[in-house]
């Protein structure tokens, strides 16, 4: 048995957060706002070190019902948590286990708070209901669609004019960034928000992450009789937050012996014969070598697409070979998947897939395939299989296709 997340539709969306929204607090919400989950093609690891990913927007998508209220109370609710939570806008402070802001109220308040830190605002409570088929804690961001459903809520009773310019949405992408770091506690990097907020339909965005500035690039998976079949491995993420430091760290360190304050400043083919090359450890090695040649590959992906979008001819075999590359990478040089990612780029890669590697931070979480639609089946079959065998979870699959950003 393949268990396949289909996607909410839009109106089915709006429909159940409605009712959750009335259910609870006893009238209608004025406005439905929604944000998508985000997956990355290609660029692992690269935001932190001023590189380049190539995230687009899911068909998943978070759905808020919101109505305003005339005090600074946010009373919220969520289908996804039990009971209704209750936060003034002034309790929002910095991180604290301690603070009456913890938990998943966090990211929606946070972003508020981080907005009027900005010079937004100031912004009157909400009540709010949430619902959302982003499945949690995948690596598919269901913080960041949360977040960025509720920026749209907030800046659309404002009169919507961030949401309406892309630079607009790059204040917004900001303050979320900021909501999680800060309020929330979680490391991020900005890439997540600016899919969920910035991206096209049938598009993905070439982000630099340096300047924030973004490219869409035609991603037309359709017309070729292809899908990016995303699976979701439910492997149980131990050790990740302090993983993912310990990469930052080892990437700040190796940059400052190398002389350069991000490593995208590298020279690409000549970075290690840099005289001081030979003082980094074996493993600060490996780690710059996966932080450059992956941000090679994320710009030959991105210059690939933007000549098929040129000539009408896409270069699938190439695109396929780019993401294989990138999860050996990963997973030699920047140790950062798991027996489940592993598994499952070996399985799809075997029944057929073009291309297979993991995306989002490692260690679990998921992974994705560039798939014929005819292979679909046996891909998800074989990978099924292959993880029963191991005993690991059952894997969970979505078909995804480049969605729009928040609304
Ligand atoms: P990911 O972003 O990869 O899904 P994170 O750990 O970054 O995983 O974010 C998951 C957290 O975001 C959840 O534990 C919860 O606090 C919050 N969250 C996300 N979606 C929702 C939702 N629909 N309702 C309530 N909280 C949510
Ligand atoms: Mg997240």
Redesign the pocket.
Known sequence: MVTLKQAFSLTEGATQVTTLFTETFGYAPTAVHSAPGRVNVIGEHTDYNGGYALPMALPHR?YVAVAPRTDRLVRLI?A??SGVREVSLDQVDTFDSANPVS??PA?VVGVAWALEQAGYGPYMGLDIA???C?????????????ECAVAAAWDTLQGGALLATDSGRAVLVNACVQAENQIAG?PTGGMDQAASLRCQAGHVIFLDCRDQTVQHLPFDLNSADLELLVVDTRAPHALVDGQYAARRQACETAASILGVALLVELPAGSYHELPAWQQLSAVQQARVRHVVTEIARTKEFASLLTEGAQTGNFDWERLGALMNASHESLRVDYEVTCPELDTMVEAARGAGALGARMT?GGFG?SAIALVHTKDVPAVTQAVTEAFAQAGFNEPHFLRAFPAEAAF
């Open positions: 978070t969520s996804q948590e938990g998943w990211y949430v619902d959302s982003v499945p949690f804690g995948a690596g598919l961001s269901s913080s960041a669609a949360l979680a989002g979480g």
